[in-house]
């Protein structure tokens, strides 16, 4: 089976616009098919054996060997349909699967037996291709337990035991030491730290915590080392809850499709039984011998068969698939290239999506009368940040890095876990962090430094405050700020989306209020819902669903699966997006541009057209048929020239798609 890690890596290979049959997607697709039941070996057999028997009847080869090849390709595909067949005459159904046989063998007695192959090779196919759609639901739970850890390091009197997470009772201390993923849900008791919570809440910037802070099982402490009280068991956790969403999204999905199953039993059962009452009732009531009425009931047989209408949608789907596939985007099936047709919402998340997903310096502000430039006080700012690993401190060391600046070298470098760091530069003592931390009974720029931070604070953006000396000698010296900027081309993509008829373009964050409004405000998008856990995130995927129809939620990260399940489309960011996302959506944008979500409407709305007008000759060429033969006595070669003629045609329509441009 195929890993979560080994299949999202697959995907990352296509950072660039991709080429259907380039070596890493062969290889890819190679690598599952290997593994996978007899039947996706068989439908491999079936199209070599379709070929051969087709190179071998263009070159006059002897009819034996024509016929023994057509006679493995037709064992090799329909060996499926036929045990399916029997399955539901078993359980006195009907369904396509013997539908399929029978007009298989039906092209073959009219002799048309390469027909009746294709027919039973792309019926096995959509049989693989299923079962692929399952193994890939599978390989996305399995991403996500992947995120928690199997063994919690519990105190248990004097001394620290490792158990099992599901061992460990409510109330009950575990400790997390740097680098170290949460295991169970809890709140901490002792120590201060910082965690990432990306995974879970989507926050691009390592949460301070201290006693009487909750985290959440999945996230990941940072440089600290804390003690924490369980309070909810492994089951009830924030990450299984996300599981379980997953769980239950995918399989509302797959409902969907019963409708399918259903036409497709009816269809086939109409086809057979009106197939025996041609053959039937002309000898048996109106006294007519059976040898022309078995003839006009297998042209019927062969006019009926869905050969032209199963063609059709691959044809067409797969040459739309194609075409994503050179623009950089990757649908994982036909119905997804179907339905976002009617995308009527777009609902993005904030981090490293509409965003960059990492923060940057946005202002350096030089207070009065510190007597520095901005380039001065990002210097010593940097100077002293350069030794710590938090992602802030890194932020301001590469802006100092692009502007070409010279650090300084610094003694005595401490950093204090949720509040800031300090050391010496030139002899001065040098502090950044927050105010309680820089401040030390300063005053002097005490005042507007506060005032600074209230401003860029209100603008959603993370303020650091930077001082120099301590003391009633010391000095506060200014004010840098830093944010998760937008993507330069989010507000022009919000724009299009509008212009193709998208009713709303959402943002659901798990961020905090004032940075959430802050970057929609930027975008332009129409509603934000910010500081959402996952299942608060699906509860508005749905709730949007309810109000306006059909919803995209384009997503990067693990926090994001559940909505991307829950979601009509789940688009997923192909080069930044983590496993769980990459596994869950049903559509992987590979080169992280947002502008092809535009692309892929309008994609799927030709396609859309391109498969009515398919399926509508096909049918028309069904009903034309059917009416000939019992009206102006259509004979068989006839029925097969214009079943095999109407098959060319439409696959002829469908590929047109491979040129698709918007």
Not at 359 to 379: F, H, K, R, Y
Not at 642 to 659: A, I, Q, Y
Request: glycine content about 10%; aromatic content about 6%; proline content about 4%.
């Amino acid at each position: 089976m195929t890993t979560p890690t080994g299949l999202s890596q697959a995907w990352k290979t296509y950072q660039q616009p991709a080429v259907p049959g380039s070596e890493a997607q062969v290889h890819s697709w190679w690598s599952w098919l290997s593994a996978q039941s007899l039947e996706a070996k068989l439908t491999v057999v079936t199209l070599l054996a379709i070929i051969l028997a087709w190179l071998a009847e263009a070159m006059g080869q002897a009819p034996l060997l024509v016929t023994g090849l057509y006679v493995i390709a037709y064992m090799a595909g329909g060996v499926f349909g036929l045990k399916g067949g029997l399955e539901s005459l078993r359980e006195r159904t009907i369904d396509v699967d013997l539908l399929m046989v029978l007009a298989a063998l039906g092209a073959a007695l009219v002799g048309a037996p390469f027909e009746g192959a294709l027919l039973l090779f792309l019926f096995s196919l959509s049989n693989v291709l299923q079962d692929y759609a399952m193994d890939r639901t599978r390989s996305a739970i399995k991403a996500l337990m992947k995120l928690r850890p199997d063994q919690a390091l519990v105190q248990r009197g004097d001394q620290l035991v490792s158990l099992p997470v599901e061992q460990v009772d409510l109330g009950e201390i575990f400790v997390l030491k740097p680098g170290d993923r949460v295991p169970l849900d809890g709140k901490v008791i002792r120590g201060e730290s910082a965690v990432d919570q990306a995974s879970i809440t989507g926050e691009s910037i390592p949460v301070s915590k201290q006693p009487g802070d909750p985290v959440l099982a999945g996230t990941i402490n940072q440089a600290g080392s804390l003690e924490v009280q369980v309070t909810k068991r492994a089951q009830d956790s924030t990450l299984a809850r996300l599981i379980k969403l997953v769980e239950e999204a995918q399989s509302e999905k797959a409902q969907t499709q019963r409708f399918l199953d259903r036409a497709e039993q009816y269809y086939a059962m109409g086809v057979i039984v009106f197939t025996i009452l041609v053959a039937a009732v002309p000898p048996l009531f109106l006294g007519e011998s059976f040898e022309p009425a078995f003839y006009r009931a297998m042209t019927v047989m062969v006019a009926a068969s869905p050969c032209a209408l199963i063609i059709s949608t691959p044809a067409a789907i797969l040459s739309a698939i194609g075409a994503g596939a050179r623009r950089g985007v990757l649908f994982k099936g036909g119905v997804y290239m179907e339905q976002a047709a009617g995308i009527k919402v777009v609902a993005f998340d904030k981090t490293g999506t509409l965003t960059q997903g990492k923060p940057q310096v946005t202002d350096i502000v030089v207070l009065p009368g510190a007597g520095l430039s901005e380039a001065d006080l990002l210097a010593l700012t940097a100077a002293v940040e350069a030794k710590s690993e938090h992602p802030l401190a890194q932020a301001i060391v590469e802006a100092a890095q692009a502007r070409g600046l010279n650090l300084a070298e610094v003694e005595g470098f401490q950093a204090k876990a949720g509040h800031g760091a300090q050391g010496r530069v030139n002899g001065h003592l040098i502090r950044a962090g927050n105010l309680r931390y820089v401040d030390d009974s300063i005053t002097t720029g005490l005042a507007a430094a506060k005032a600074e931070l209230a401003r860029l604070q209100a603008e959603g953006k993370t303020a650091i405050a930077i001082s120099r000396g301590e003391g009633p000698a010391g000095q506060l010296l200014g004010v840098i700020a830093l944010a998760d900027r937008l993507r330069p081309n989010a507000a022009e993509i919000v724009r299009d989306l509008k212009s193709l008829g998208v009713t709303r373009v959402v943002m659901l964050t798990g961020d905090n209020e004032r940075v959430a409004q802050a970057i929609a405000k930027e975008a332009g998008v129409d509603e934000v819902y910010a500081e959402l856990l996952p299942e608060n995130k699906v509860q508005r995927v749905k709730e949007l669903q309810a109000r306006y129809g059909a919803v995209a939620m384009v997503g990067d990260g693990v926090n994001d699966a559940p909505a991307l399940a829950s979601a009509t489309i789940g688009m997923a960011m192909g080069a930044a997006g983590t496993d769980v996302a990459l596994e869950t959506a049903d559509v992987v944008l590979m080169s992280d541009d947002l502008s092809n979500i535009a692309y892929v409407i309008a994609l799927s709305r030709q396609t859309r057209k391109t498969l009515m007008v398919n399926l509508g000759f096909a049918l028309a060429a069904i009903v034309i048929m059917i009416a000939a033969i019992f009206t102006a006595n259509f004979p068989l070669p006839l029925a097969v020239v214009g079943h095999e003629g109407g098959t060319v045609l439409v696959s002829l329509n469908g590929l047109r798609l491979l040129l698709f441009k918007r």
